[in-house]
């Protein structure tokens, strides 16, 4: 039954993307839907390389969906977190696999997290919101690490994306004065110039632009939008040396004016989310890719590979 599943699943042999954020400890770190456990991301490996041949992004672009042969899967990681190089950089180095890190500059360069992060790095247990100023209501996050809290983490953080950045930064002050950041690197962050270079230099590793600002790029106007692409891509490359070809989508929000400002400033690919395996079909510019996350197990990642 499961093998007709996949075959099914797998008609034309389209591209299987994982979207990853960062890696992290195997007990302990931050309760974080975006922070895989270091374990967790061996036995993915492991899976995938039973069914899939890993490959780069440049690799499967190259040969586009629909290639006969072994199923393809490209590991891709948002937002360049320091967790990148303290937890994936010895997996990369012992496994040899080829990623691609789209990395966001704003917080690389000013060494501080974006607000999302400050969020889930200070409500790391039971936490009572007050936002009634800001006619944003309250907000509970109850004690138990796993989905459940995470799930109400996660509506107040899409509730806060959807707010103009300007509000935005009031409101998340207020939710770090009564719920402040641990003292110390934060505990999650940014990776620094040095850590991504040192990062970027390994064999297989393809750093990406992910904008400088990070903000949800439909929802600014085009030409800021725009301008902070291209400002992410101009940094990288400075600090890595390296030719930046690609790009992913802050939150995977992209618009048709978008991704033409993409494929204009000369970039080969943007991905998005979608939770949909890249078939012929797709527009490149709109790659889509499935979300992995902290309670995505080896089984659920399974059973997530097949639903698609
Ligand atoms: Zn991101």
Redesign the pocket.
Known sequence: MLGLLRSWRLRGNPVTVLCY?TIGPDIGGPDAWTVLRAADFRAHLSALQQTHDIVGLDQAIADGPGNRGKPRAVLTF??GEAGNHRHLLPILTERQIPVTI?V?TGQIETGQP?WFDQIMGALTASAAIDLTDHGFGRWNIPPNPGPSRWAAVSALLEALKRVAPDRRSTIVADILSQHPLPAGRPPLGPMTRAELAEIAAIPGVTIGA??HC?NLLDQIPVDEAEASMARSRSLLQGWTGQEVAHF?W??GNHTPALRQRARRLGFRSASALDMRLWRASADPYALPRLGIGRYDDVTRLRLRLLET
């Open positions: 954020h948002d937002d789209f966001a974006y992910h904008s990070h992913a802050p939150n």
